[in-house]
């Protein structure tokens, strides 16, 4: 079957892979456009403005703007902190420690120790690692609050030993952050929060402003407009970095005949209910495996609060027939998923050929709600097809590294000719006399003698 043939933006229809041009095929892994156009620019660029020049003030008409909630104060206290803690079900807080015990334990033994090498003797060369000085936290709050993004990111920081980690989310229509929010964000040892959100907050943590300090990073998911800010934060501020660039969110899944078609329709909905601009593609070499998700798509469907999204979602999305899965491996590697899962007999097998993704779930029984809760991995992953250069989010990105060196008289000594050599190719004199005076001097009190060049 062609993809000329067919309308391949519906999901019921399915892709023969084998029968498509290159042109086709590029096509049919295209991604949904992300609201780009230039008045969302613009919009941004004149929030960041407002923030930059007003602060606090721009804060509180934003939010009362956007939120529809018109704070007396951004902060929130840590007595409204012990008073969530107190008001969750015992369930409820019980789940979110068990949480925040699974992702610390996997994230703690990501704690790296210096690396220290003597490259040659009397050359002494290492690789220290520090924890960013303040680290902002941007916590959505749209459907529902996301305290599983609070333990994705609070945990990381927390071990890493960030001196200040700031958080900041949404605020609901009584002004407040939900519980669940300020628990998580308590058991990561988070007590600079705020009530704000939107492209606002994220100018706030890049600016500062009269109650909020600015932070050397932020990190965490939004929508398009906090997805632009960090964009064009990141580009005018001195010395301020983002976690990763993030589009709509997508899942890829590789079944064979023998999968469980509920399995993978679960899997590809649990994506597709994000949001109408995500995407799921299913890859397979099973006709008959395409045909019964096809099947268990519509009716699951049926029992989801989120159904309208999904099946809009599914709008953008792929069943796509392989002639095997050696080259559902290869699609899958081209298109590089932030979610990607193995549900097929030889599953670590396929696990040695692939990747590019952002986080894999391999068996049938490791469904990607797992890895967004409780396995212990992080969430926030690369999208969009970053995952062929990006990482998901790990300690290290909470962490600086800086190399340090140290040489004696002798080991630069050794070193000298070579470097030499080298400066001159470069015709770089001043390179080399920084060398060779150096060696010219005295041994004696060589380090500190103040002589004259």
Known sequence: MSIKNQDTTKLKDSIVWENLSKAERGFALSRPAIAESGLLSQQVENILANVKDNGDKALFDLTEKFDGVKLDTLKVTLKQVAAAKVRLTAKRLKAIETAYGQIKRFHQAQISEDIRVETTPGVVCTLKTEAI??????????????????????????????????????????GQLADEILVAASLCGIDEIYSVGGAHACGALAFGTETIMA???????????????????????NGFAIDMPAGPS??????????????????????????????????????????????????????????????????????????????????????????????????????????????????AYTPESAGDYASGT???????????????????????????????REGLSSLAECICELTDAEGLDGHKRAVTIRLEAPAENAATKNAEA
Request: proline share 5%; aromatic share 4%.
């Open 133 to 174: 000085d303040s680290v902002g936290l941007y916590i959505p709050a749209g459907s529902a609050p996301l305290p599983s993004t609070v333990l994705m990111l609070g945990v990381p920081a927390q071990l890493a030993k960030c001196p200040r980690k700031v958080l900041v989310c949404p605020p609901n229509k009584s």
């Open 215 to 237: 932070v050397n990073k932020i990190f965490g998911p939004g929508n398009k407009y906090v997805t632009e800010a960090k964009k064009q934060l990141s580009q005018q501020v």
């Open 250 to 363: 997508e899942v890829l899944v590789i079944a064979d005949a023998n999968a469980n078609a509920s399995f993978v329709a679960a899997d590809l909905l649990s994506q597709a209910e994000h949001g109408p601009d995500s995407q799921v593609i299913l890859l397979s070499n099973s006709e008959a495996l395409i045909n019964a998700v096809q099947s268990a798509l519509e009716a699951q469907l049926t029992t989801l609060s989120r159904a309208e999204i999904a099946r809009q979602a599914l709008q953008q999305s792929r069943l796509i027939l392989t002639k095997d899965l050696a080259q559902a491996v290869e699609v899958s590697n081209e298109y590089g998923p932030e979610h990607l899962i193995i549900q097929t007999d030889n599953a670590q097998q396929l696990l040695k050929s692939l990747r590019n993704a952002g986080s894999i779930f391999v068996g």
């Open 378 to 408: 992080n969430h926030v992953l690369p999208t969009y097809g970053y995952s062929k250069v990006i990482s998901s989010l790990s300690l290290a990105d909470f962490s600086r590294r800086f190399t340090v060196q140290e040489i004696t």
